[in-house]
């Protein structure tokens, strides 16, 4: 995430994103209100004032750096002797100042939510809503405070339990999609590996054993040694051809990943799109799928660049016509871009890859904005389907 936004699971990488964090988490601490109102208004002495202000100073200090924690790899026995001084500093500010200090136990019983696995938090936190009513019980006018703060202790505890799972497998999610991605790319690198092998092996397995039978014929006989050599060159040209073949295969575009691309592409863009569910291309030339799929990335990404538009329209029909069926592509967008004075150099190459396909393309402004029709040979494939 860029910018000042620090999302779940994240740590603060800059100082904006630092601020924000200890802003929202600061939020929360405007219930230590009651403690601060106690130590201006409680009619302590000077030393008890003095104290009260460097122990809720430590406390909040110590909360934060367990909250901050959330997400990393704890140490757990660190953890717990952190809960641990924060409890027992709870504890004796509460039976020295009074019950106003009732109040930290919530934040205890939330930071051992946020900074222990769920099989640790679930005993610390009721062990540290048990600590505070039990104390409410014993100090002045505490059990007023019991039902106030108790709810609050278990609820946000548990709560924070949650947060720390959701961070924990957000952190994992991201861990095993990088995997994922890098074994993609590792097996996407291997089959190419393998076609190549495929396809150049024989081929060139080939081309050495012919010239070694052209260099042992060369001195006794020439004719058979330059039919050998016009061999090679015949076996070398198939291979050639070969490889121009796959390396285009390997670029083709698909219709349905282009379909996927432009629905990304048209959200991060802010635009509202309507695209037809995923089609049935059984039967249609794969020259005919490739031009479709190059006309619908062009058009999305005129409608991204320099439409201006709000709304994105794509649909995707089998039409029946003299000359036999066709597929339709049309995407139409409520823009202000148009095409300008004439076709660009984009719809231009469009225009003659969907020629080389057998198609057409019509490109032009409406009322609303703009609209491109692609049209290709849809060999024998049945229906497609429309926008949904």
């Known amino acids: 995430m ?212 052209a260099g042992r014929m060369l001195p006794a006989h020439p004719d058979k040694a330059a039919q050998q050599v016009a061999d090679i060159e015949q076996v070398s040209r198939q291979a050639l051809v070969d490889v121009r073949e796959a390396v285009s295969g390997y670029r083709r575009p698909r219709l349905a990943a282009e379909l996927a691309g432009a629905q990304v592409a048209l959200a991060a863009a802010g635009v509202s799109a309507t695209l037809p569910a995923e089609p049935d291309l059984t039967g249609v030339p794969e020259e005919s799928e490739s031009a479709l799929a190059w006309a619908l990335r062009e058009a999305v990404t005129n409608v991204v660049r320099h439409s201006g538009a709000r709304g994105c329209t794509v649909e995707l029909l089998h039409r029946q016509t003299l000359d036999g069926p066709r597929l339709e592509l049309t995407v139409e967008d409520d823009g202000s871009g148009g095409s300008g004075d004439g076709p660009g150099n984009g719809l231009t190459g469009l225009t003659e890859r969907l020629e080389k396909a057998g198609g057409t393309l019509e490109a032009a402004g409406t009322r609303r904005g703009f609209r491109l029709v692609a049209r290709v040979p849809a060999g024998g494939a049945g229906d497609i389907g429309s926008a949904s």
């Open 2 to 213: 860029s910018g000042t936004g620090v999302g779940i699971g994240q740590r603060p990488e800059t100082r904006k994103q630092m601020m924000v964090k200890m802003l929202w988490t600061g939020i929360w601490l405007v219930y230590l209100s009651a403690p601060v109102s106690d130590l201006l208004h409680g009619g302590h002495g000077v030393a008890a004032v003095v104290l009260g202000w460097l122990g809720l100073a430590g406390f909040v200090a110590w909360y934060l750096a367990l909250l901050f924690r959330t997400g990393r790899r704890n140490a757990q026995e660190f953890v717990l002797a952190s809960l641990a001084v924060l409890s027992a500093e709870s504890a004796l500010l509460v039976l020295t100042l009074g019950r106003e200090w009732l109040v930290l136990f919530v934040y205890v019983s939330i930071a051992s939510g946020a900074a222990l696995p769920l099989r640790l938090a679930r005993w610390t936190v009721p062990a540290a809503s048990a600590l505070m009513a039990c104390l409410a019980l014993v100090v002045t006018e505490g059990t007023e405070y019991i039902g106030a703060l108790l709810i609050p202790a278990l609820l946000g505890g548990f709560a924070m339990t949650g947060v720390r799972e959701l961070v924990r497998t957000t952190i994992e999610l991201r861990e095993a999609r990088a995997r994922v991605a890098q074994l993609a790319a590792n097996e996407e690198r291997l089959r190419l590996a393998r076609d190549l092998h495929d396809l150049l092996g024989h081929s060139l397995s080939l081309i050495t054993l012919k010239s070694e039978l």
